[in-house]
């Protein structure tokens, strides 16, 4: 069964960073691609950032600036690094991994396969 591990959330202050990080438990991040995703309360959930297979990356206006994608593929591991973080980035935030190896992922989450359990961000003033 395909698992996805975030770890990196949790609370900080208005102004503040956080690193979030996902591993996934089968494929390799050279095969597949990975985006972040978040649920604000009382909202649907929102696309932030992908990385392709091939390391290309691409943002949602809204975070493009203040949060950037990456990987290390010695770790097998994908990173939203966040900075000036604000309060109405509170969410709980997503990994997914690609449906289709070798597939181009975009901003529509039919494009991926597999998600993690979600990890909380608080952004207080």
């Known amino acids: 069964q395909v698992q996805l591990v975030e770890s990196g959330g949790g609370l900080v202050q208005a102004g503040g960073s956080l690193r979030l990080s996902c591993a996934p438990s089968?494929?390799?991040?050279?095969?597949?691609?990975m985006g972040w995703f978040r649920r604000a309360p009382g909202k649907d959930r929102e696309f932030l950032a992908g990385i392709n297979w091939t390391g290309s990356t691409f943002y949602a206006d809204s975070v493009k600036g203040r949060f950037t994608i990456s990987r290390d593929t010695a770790k097998n591991t994908v990173y939203l690094q966040m900075n000036s973080l604000k309060p109405e980035d509170t969410a709980v935030y997503y990994c997914?991994?690609?449906?289709?190896?070798?597939?181009?992922?975009?901003?529509?989450?039919?494009?991926?396969?597999?998600w993690g359990q979600g990890t909380q961000v608080t952004v207080s003033l």
């Open positions: 089968e494929r390799t991040i050279t095969l597949v691609g």
């Open positions: 997914a991994e690609g449906a289709e190896t070798y597939g181009y992922i975009g901003g529509r989450e039919a494009s991926y396969g597999y």
